[in-house]
């Protein structure tokens, strides 16, 4: 079922009923683990310092949520691990200012995940040599 | 074994517990069972007027447990229906009066005689909860659809179940508004049940006329009233007797709320 409700929740602001049932979700993990919220929070935070000793990780697309299944609730971690090519592209500032009224989309911190991505594929070797083959 | 045992409670205080517990014992009268409500709110009894019987009132819950009076003194007849039977709480004490194992006696006393035994709990999760979940076989939780509501009915929830003696639990959301629902503006019946993972048993829509017949003393269910919180207790009634009554379905085919309220129910869900 993604019709109306699919369609509306990535437009426009949540309702007061999706806010209602997000801060429901949220503080009912807290209730029935019996774990103050600010310590979910701090626990949050140590699990991804554990995981980054080990492994490099994309720190901005980490979630870690808690998730009801019936009446259990899940600890479910969503850690992107970063790849050594898309860190690189990280840190090359991304070059695209042919279209004006983008261009000033794109300074937006929340849609820099996306170019990023796009130049790492440019940033491929293969695509230069496969270039030659076609002609 | 005899008469079930249901506990109608919600944690959070004025959601409609007594009202909805004055009603679907009236409804369940009207289908032809033998009914005992026992109020179990002892120094915030409420039950008797809801149900319109404030003034036949001669003993109540304490003077049976303290043995001042037999059982069937304290007992006030409903004469408008067949088999109904008010079982009020005492105004003047306090709540220890009463203790969980006085409650399980007094239910194992009336069990040989009705068929359903409907207890109003009070508020909260103290003592007069503890009182009213002693001798329940079920437990129906009463919620509205709003976040203080679902978040105490998760508490309730959760304490039913650690009874340890695995009670069926069931779910009522009351006081739901169509409109809002569909607004986005209140919770739906299936974020309700996203939410507290509990079988629904029922959906009473908000209703002026409840206030009518609480202002009257006399329940919705008791006259066949069209009022739509009147007709949706009467299917929860039926369905606690056994009926199969589709909750979606049967509200679809009736007109105005019942037929929005359902088209909500079904959108989410599918």
């Not at chain 1, 937006?108 to 940033?123: D, G, I, N, W, Y």
């Not at chain 2, 045992?5 to 007594?18: D, L, R």
């Not at chain 2, 068929?115 to 503890?130: M, N, T």
Request: contains cysteine; aromatic residues 4%.
């Amino acid at each position: 079922m993604t019709s109306l409700l699919g369609r509306f929740k990535g437009r426009r602001e949540p309702t007061s009923a999706e806010i209602a049932k997000e801060r429901l979700k949220l503080v009912l993990v807290s209730d029935r683990s019996d774990l103050a919220p600010e310590k979910l929070h701090e626990m949050q935070t140590a699990i991804i310092d554990v995981i980054k000793r080990y492994i490099r990780i994309d720190e901005m697309e980490v979630q870690i949520k808690f998730e009801q299944r019936d009446r259990k609730n899940y600890l479910v971690a969503d850690i992107p691990l970063q790849r050594e090519r898309a860190y690189e592209a990280l840190a090359a500032p991304p070059e695209s200012s042919d279209e004006g009224e983008e261009a000033e989309e794109s300074e937006l911190p929340e849609a820099s995940a996306e170019p990023e991505e796009e130049a790492t594929v440019e940033a491929q070797p293969e695509d230069d040599e496969a270039e030659p083959e076609k002609e | 074994m005899g008469a079930r045992v249901i506990t109608i409670t919600s944690g959070k205080g004025g959601v409609g517990k007594t009202t909805a517990t004055a009603n679907l014992a009236v409804a369940l009268a009207n289908l032809g069972k033998k009914v005992v409500c026992i109020d179990a709110d002892i120094g915030l009894r409420n039950l008797d007027v809801v149900m319109g019987l404030e003034n036949r009132i001669v003993y109540d819950l304490v003077d049976v447990v303290e043995g001042r009076c037999k059982l069937r003194q304290a007992m006030v007849k409903d004469k408008r229906v067949p088999d109904l039977y008010l079982l009020p709480a005492a105004q003047t004490r306090d709540k220890t009066a009463v203790s969980p194992q006085d409650m399980v006696a007094l239910a194992n006393q009336l069990r040989g005689d009705y068929d359903y035994i409907l207890i109003d709990s009070p508020a909260g999760i103290e003592w007069g909860f503890r009182n009213a979940l002693a001798p329940a076989d079920e437990v129906i939780i009463i919620t509205n659809p709003e976040a203080p509501a679902v978040r105490d009915a998760d508490r309730i929830i959760g304490l039913v179940e650690a009874e340890g003696r695995k009670i069926p639990t069931s779910l009522v959301i009351n006081r739901a508004k169509p409109d809002m629902i569909r607004r986005g503006d209140m919770l739906s019946v299936n974020d309700v049940l996203d939410i507290l993972s509990t079988p629904l048993l029922g959906v009473i829509p908000d209703d002026e006329q409840i206030i009518v017949s609480s202002n009257r003393g006399s329940p919705l269910t008791l006259d066949n009233q069209k009022s739509p919180a009147s007709e949706a207790i009467r299917d929860i009634a039926r369905r606690i007797t056994g009926a199969k009554i589709p909750i979606g379905e049967l509200e679809r085919k009736k007109g105005g709320l019942f037929r929005r309220l359902a088209r909500l129910f079904h959108r989410s869900r599918a």
